[in-house]
């Protein structure tokens, strides 16, 4: 009886093993990674305004996953006590997350999505000492189109929108004034996999 039940344990034993769980990440293929600067054009408090930065990230089949980092690049004027020498600073990283269908095609959709952290703040020297700051949350997501420069160069332009929460620290400003539809471009260098390369169907098996 003990051999029995010793011998059908072996036996479900081996089913478990071999009916493991199929799960996303699982069958998923590391195709590349990349990185490269961004360019964002926005507006804060109805002021445009542009943000450079960058970022990179793994590229798995048609996904990718990475981080970024944004920053304003000019920065815009504003008036405290009737002194017009303060600039207003908005900053922020995170967790970038991105979607390339039919990227093998010279052509193809771009989604991504970004989910940071940083700080909105108020300051009238390049250090921050003098400033009046907040800590804030955004969250951008974007939609647009990407084409293949080369087989390690790629460029996007999307249309988005930059959603930031948390603010309750500054002066005359909230959450909507730093909301905003934000156009952005995206230089991507990496390796991209070889879903590029087999767009072209090998004609030499017929």
Known sequence: MKRMVFFLMMILGSFSIKAQHETLFSRARVMGGFG????????????????????GGLIIDNLFIGFYGIGSLD?????????????MDLAHGGLW?????????????????????G???????????NSNGDAIFAFTPEVGMELNLTKFFRINATLGYRMISDVDQLPDYSNKDFSSLTGQITFRFGW??????????DNSLN
Do not use: C
Request: charged letters at 20%; zero cysteines.
């Open 75 to 87: 920065h815009l004027q504003y008036n405290i006590d009737n002194e017009d020498d303060f600039r």
């Open 192 to 201: 991209f996999g070889r879903s590029y390369e087999s767009a072209t169907p």
């Open 119 to 129: 700080f909105a703040d108020i300051r009238n020297d390049p250090f921050r000492i």
């Open 97 to 117: 997350l991105g979607y390339t269908p039919y990227s093998f095609k010279m052509i193809h959709p771009y989604v991504s999505t970004k989910i940071g952290w």
């Open 36 to 55: 490269g600067p961004l360019l964002e054009f926005s507006n804060i408090k109805g002021d445009y305004t542009t943000s450079m930065g960058g970022g």
